[in-house]
């Protein structure tokens, strides 16, 4: 990894929700990139509530957070199958931990990875099991309550690298086989991916299902589908270059554009045909692609 991805695929609308809030992403500890994707840190301060719409990725994430007064918290999010929304309102804080698809099983070794997928569970209850309530509240209070965001990125590293993750060889090839999913477009159907990776389809199956949490068709429909996204916003409104500096990636809002071309972006995914993307876009977004860049305009 060559430091934090700086797409906005998975983000429903992302210079709406840019404009409204200050996102940026880290790089964690050189130890941890190979299991992490990046950190994402959101902090707002809203006259009027705001609620954010995510297409979640195949990522485990496990999320520090901290709503105007209220204790703070963390969570393990297994990955969502669905829309994911998240309402903001007044002031908050939020430092995430973007697991690598792959990646989250050396942490949590006793388990496969799908027993999360779907859920948001306390933090105790999957990384730090038998640990009273006031230490998880330290451990979550100690992420996301220093000003300073060096510090806070210094203390995700330091609760991470606590977890001693062990080495994994079906993790390292979960993580290779997701990667090739998303950068190879020509990767359509799950008998290609197993092919390459030398396994019956079967035995893909287990092995997304024990290391990712997914299969791997909702894994390459998923990837499909993040990329229509961005593609479309940028397609709709031309985006704003990255205010990038020590890792950090800055998200400010940017300008109009053109249109899209729906059935040269379905040919251009893997589609057989137009109809086939709109179908799993609606599905996905809850919304047809023509509703979304309308409102993306």
């Given at each position: 990894m060559t430091?934090?991805?700086?797409?906005?695929?998975g983000i429903v609308e992302a210079r709406e929700l840019f404009a409204r809030v200050r996102f940026r992403r880290r790089e964690p500890h050189p130890a941890l990139r190979p299991y992490l994707e990046h950190y994402w840190l959101i902090d707002w301060d809203l006259t009027e509530p705001y609620a954010s719409h995510v297409v979640p990725h195949p990522s485990v994430n496990v999320v520090f957070q901290r709503y105007a007064d209220e204790p703070a918290r963390a969570e393990v999010a297994g990955i969502g199958l669905e829309l994911f929304t998240q309402k903001l309102a007044g002031r908050g804080r939020v430092c995430g931990v973007q697991f690598r698809p792959g990646g989250f099983r050396p942490f949590a070794p006793d388990r496969p990875v799908s027993d999360w997928t779907g859920q948001r569970l306390p933090i105790g209850e999957v990384l730090l099991p038998g640990r009273d309530e006031e230490t998880l509240r330290t451990a979550a209070h100690a992420v996301v309550d220093p000003d300073d965001e060096d510090a806070r990125v210094a203390a995700l590293d330091a609760f991470l690298l606590g977890l001693d993750p062990q080495q994994?060889?079906?993790?390292?090839?979960?993580?290779?086989?997701?990667?090739?999913?998303?950068?190879?477009?020509?990767?359509?159907?799950?008998?290609?991916?197993?092919d390459m990776a030398g396994l019956s389809a079967r035995s893909l199956q287990r092995l997304f299902a024990g290391w990712v949490g997914v299969g791997p068709?909702?894994?390459?429909l998923r990837y499909r589908i993040h990329e229509a996204l961005e593609r479309?916003?940028?397609?709709e409104q031309a985006g704003p270059a990255d205010g990038t500096t020590g890792g950090t990636v800055e998200r400010p809002a940017g300008g109009p554009g053109g249109g899209v071309d729906w059935a040269a972006l379905a040919d251009d995914l893997g589609y057989?045909?137009?109809?086939?993307?709109?179908?799993?876009?609606?599905?996905?977004?809850?919304v047809p692609p023509s509703a979304y860049t309308r409102a993306a305009r």
């Open positions: 430091g934090p991805r700086r797409d906005t695929r994994d060889p079906r993790a390292e090839l979960a993580m290779e086989l997701v990667e090739r999913v998303r950068s190879d477009r020509s990767l359509r159907r799950v008998s290609q991916l197993a068709k909702w894994v390459i479309a916003e940028q397609a057989s045909d137009q109809a086939h993307l709109v179908r799993d876009f609606t599905a996905t977004v809850g």
